[in-house]
């Protein structure tokens, strides 16, 4: 009796044995999404050279005086119904975008997102000149770092996927209770590294208004 069930489980036990190692290879290959969102697994970015989240007086200590040469240049964009600025670094390789709160007026300004890109790949020309030879965040992130180095730095990310040629880490924090966005009384935060061949060629970050 036990030889006949030894023989009747042989085969189940040879199905186990050869699919468990193809089912742990596949989970191992699922993309990497985080739809829980923890604040606490992430860094946020808040500045790029001394140039701060919602505090426009940032910018006027960078420059060491008045900014008014800066309010003068700022423009709407084509696609969002508020002013912004263009920075260009001191090698004019890469170019800084400051997009300012769409509740503010241009004489009261905060500004909500920082931008910082390639001037290559930028279609726009005759941007404010900024005093630094590269931009550089708050957390020390730099356009040319690899997606490894981002990621040990920033930490695990909302949601890593594809976009065209590009590898994308994107981070959220949308909980309201948050001691980070309630220290800037803002709905919630994003950022976006944006990499092409590996190499770090877009950092997008602020706060959604709305």
Not at 64 to 88: C, Q, W
Request: glycine share 4%.
């Amino acid at each position: 009796m036990k030889k006949e069930i030894i023989t009747l489980f042989k085969p189940l036990i040879f199905l186990i044995a050869v699919f468990i190692p193809f089912l742990l290879m596949a989970w191992q290959q699922v993309p990497e999404t985080f739809p829980s969102v923890a604040f606490k697994t992430f860094k946020p970015d808040t500045s790029v050279s001394g140039v701060k989240l919602i505090q426009w007086k940032s910018l006027i200590e960078k420059f060491g005086e008045d900014t008014s040469f800066v309010m003068m240049r700022l423009h709407k964009h084509k696609n969002y119904d508020f002013p912004f600025a263009d920075f260009i670094n001191d090698d004019k390789t890469q170019v800084l975008l400051l997009y300012t709160h769409p509740t503010y007026d241009l004489h009261d300004l905060s500004i909500c997102e920082l931008k910082v890109e390639y001037a290559a790949d930028y279609k726009k020309c005759g941007c404010v000149q900024f005093p630094d030879d590269a931009y550089e965040t708050s957390l020390g992130i730099k356009l040319g770092m690899n997606l490894k180095q981002v990621r040990n730095i920033v930490g695990g990310p909302t949601l890593k996927f594809e976009y065209q040629d590009e590898i994308v880490l994107e981070y959220k924090e949308t909980n309201k209770e948050s001691d980070f966005l309630k220290r800037y009384h803002q709905p919630s935060y994003f950022a976006y590294y944006r990499f092409r061949n590996d190499s770090l060629k877009i950092i997008h970050f602020g706060f959604n208004t709305h």
